[in-house]
């Protein structure tokens, strides 16, 4: 199985709503990493988990919360977003941390009213 | 920063030709992997070169590395109207995250 899946692949959400993106991987991969992409733009880096822990944090605000359940599983747990964090949100996975290629699921596509 | 930069940001062409896209980046690197991106979907990985290999090959893909100059290339020869996607270099120096470019959007007419 060479698959990263995301669940929901839609997501609308209110200013003050609470709600949380899953990614699942089951290619034993031990490094797991969130991206945020806005349209026309490159994906942008948001947090990297390795070996269930996180390893980089880029600087991303409190109102996203990463989590990693276990080796297969990670959540971004959103909260109080702005219209500004609209996007495509990617989870991807790698064999390792940094190293060579990554895993892309095909993303949740964020709309904050 | 790594960040590569592709060029052209935008490249249409008619189905059977070839298409060239360029990423150049600052820093040296461990390796180079090209990215395909289908419109609001997930990022494929296409190949990957190292830094001590000057060409390689998957396919219809071609790919150059020239680290004196810091570029490489990515050639798809024989397109096809499949091929419409955005492309994307990511860099990587080792212990540090992969940089990705800023893209390449490929109209491919049929």
């Known amino acids: 199985d060479t698959e990263v899946t995301q669940t929901p692949k839609h997501l609308v959400m209110g200013m003050t709503n609470k709600k949380s993106l899953k990614c699942e991987q089951h290619m034993g991969h031990r490094a797991m990493y969130w991206y945020k992409q806005k349209a026309k733009k490159p994906p942008e880096l948001m947090f990297v988990y390795s070996y269930e822990k996180l390893s980089i944090n880029e600087s991303v605000p409190s109102r996203f919360s990463p989590e990693c359940p276990n080796s297969s599983l990670l959540n971004l747990h959103l909260h109080a977003l702005q219209p500004e964090d609209s996007a495509l949100y990617l989870c991807a996975s790698s064999q390792e941390t940094l190293t060579d290629t990554q895993y892309f699921g095909p993303g949740t596509r964020l709309t904050v009213l | 920063s790594q960040q590569g930069e592709e060029d052209p940001q935008a490249l249409s062409i008619q189905e059977g030709e070839n298409a060239t896209m360029n990423c150049s980046y600052k820093t040296s690197i461990n390796n180079l992997q090209w990215y395909r991106q289908n419109s609001g979907r997930g990022l494929v990985h296409l190949i990957l070169?190292?830094?001590?290999?000057r060409e390689k090959h998957s396919g219809r893909l071609r790919v150059t590395l020239d680290t004196s100059k810091k570029s490489s290339s990515l050639l798809i020869t024989a397109s096809r109207a499949a091929d419409t996607a955005s492309y994307f270099c990511?860099?990587?120096?080792?212990?540090?995250?992969?940089?990705f470019g800023k893209g390449t959007r490929l109209s491919v007419i049929a």
């Open positions: 990511a860099t990587w120096a080792g212990n540090t995250p992969l940089v």
């Open positions: 070169i190292r830094s001590n290999e």
